[in-house]
């Protein structure tokens, strides 16, 4: 309450614009609960282009933005080398591959064998330029199905973005379905009890990723800025059975 105020008196206009302008993409994406997602990412993404506004914190400028998702990046690496993550020979599927920061630090980490989809391809063509043999394709994984499987699939702050609970269920049944037998996901979301704080954007607890999950075993969720990233494996007996019978 009182950070919200002060911010209100440090930057009255800006954030009074920021509220009306939060209204008027409510009323022109959202309706029964859920939002038009595609329609709404290739506004931001169209708006913002590659300035980390288009996928990150309006509210903060692009130059806050970076150092935030620099302190996301050695959180993420950080959680990849507590999991043993290969990169050098991982198969990675990067979920919301959004201006491409994640497949940059994937890239200066070894990693050669990568795909990133998003579910608007806005900045594919940029994207392409800037990574050479990465992969880009459009996919909405909370309502189209993934092809093939991968040691490493990373949803770096895009699930909080999911705000159907039937297509929530959806993409990680499809993330599950997707992993290679002893391969590992890497989470970052807002964890909390359920709120949905924006049209756009829903906190959920903890429980509600495990119960997609069983069977597998959680790392402790480390924070960084307002979100929290976590890894998820499955215990090395089932991991086997599959693998057996694959």
């Known amino acids: 309450m009182f950070r919200k105020l002060a911010k209100l008196l440090r930057d009255p ?24 997602t595609a329609d709404y990412w ?26 935030l998702l620099e302190q996301g990046s050695r959180v993420f690496l950080a959680v990849c080398r507590e999991a043993k993550i290969p990169f050098r020979r991982a ?15 994937l890239r200066n980490n070894g990693v050669k064998d990568y795909l ?53 269920a959806f993409a990680l049944e499809n993330i599950r379905s997707h992993l290679a037998p002893s391969g590992t996901v890497v989470i970052s979301t807002h964890l909390g009890p359920y709120r949905r704080e924006a049209f756009y954007f829903i906190r959920r607890p903890l429980e509600a990723f495990q119960k997609f999950f069983p069977g597998f075993a959680f790392s402790t969720p480390v924070a960084y800025a307002d979100s929290f990233v976590f890894s998820l494996r499955r215990n090395q007996k089932r991991a086997s059975a599959i693998s057996s019978r694959r």
């Not at 009074?16 to 959202?30: I, N």
């Not at 198969?91 to 201006?99: A, E, P």
């Not at 594919?124 to 092809?147: K, M, N, S, W, Y």
Request: include cysteine.
């Open 91 to 105: 198969r990675v599927l990067d979920i919301g591959c959004g201006t491409g920061h994640f497949a940059e630090v």
């Open 116 to 168: 990133g989809v998003d579910n608007v391809d806005t900045l594919f063509q940029g994207l392409h330029a800037r990574l050479p043999g990465f992969r880009f394709e459009q996919v909405d994984i909370a309502t189209q199905r993934l092809r093939g499987t991968y040691d490493l699939i990373a949803a770096m702050d895009v699930l909080q973005h999911i705000a159907n609970e039937e297509k929530f």
């Open 13 to 36: 206009v800006g954030v009074l614009s920021r509220r009306w302008m939060t209204m008027v993409e409510r009323l022109r994406f959202a309706g029964g609960g859920d939002y038009r």
């Open 42 to 67: 290739n506004y931001r993404h169209g708006k913002y282009g590659f300035d980390l506004r288009g996928v990150g914190d309006k509210s903060k400028s692009h130059e806050e933005n970076v150092k």
